[in-house]
């Protein structure tokens, strides 16, 4: 059975830090891509990030673009997404995401596993 586990969210100023970590289990982790969706009250699930199984490829919303990055340790399991310059605009759940193929995928058909999320709260 795979599991996502998230962690690493919280409450922060805007222009603050966080790094979310999703923590796998249940398959082999380093075979496939990995992403992170976020979903903010009232809207839908949106793409965040992801990146390949090696870690060489990654792709961002235009939203995140320069301030967050994605990266993966294969041998702890581990994806982690480092949000910099956090804004208002970035509160919601943040949910990582697993998928079947090894490429970055930026839709939410493109994975098969999720975590429960985590709540990231930018106050202005």
């Known amino acids: 059975q795979v599991q996502l586990v998230e962690s690493g969210g919280g409450l922060v100023q805007a222009g603050a830090s966080l790094r979310l970590s999703c923590a796998a289990s249940?398959?082999?982790?380093?075979?496939?891509?990995m992403g992170w969706f976020r979903q903010a009250p009232g809207k839908e699930r949106e793409f965040v990030a992801a990146?390949?199984?090696?870690?060489?490829?990654?792709s961002y919303a235009e939203s995140v673009k320069g301030r967050f990055t994605i990266s993966r340790d294969n041998a702890k399991n581990t994806v982690y997404l480092q949000m910099n310059s956090l804004k208002p605009e970035d509160t919601a759940v943040y949910y990582c995401?697993?998928?079947?193929?090894?490429?970055?995928?930026?839709?939410?058909?493109?994975?098969?596993?999720w975590g429960q999320g985590t709540q990231v709260t930018v106050s202005s």
């Open positions: 995401a697993g998928s079947v193929v090894t490429y970055p995928v930026p839709i939410e058909g493109g994975y098969h596993y």
């Open positions: 249940g398959r082999t982790f380093s075979n496939y891509a």
């Open positions: 990146i390949s199984w090696s870690g060489i490829d990654t």
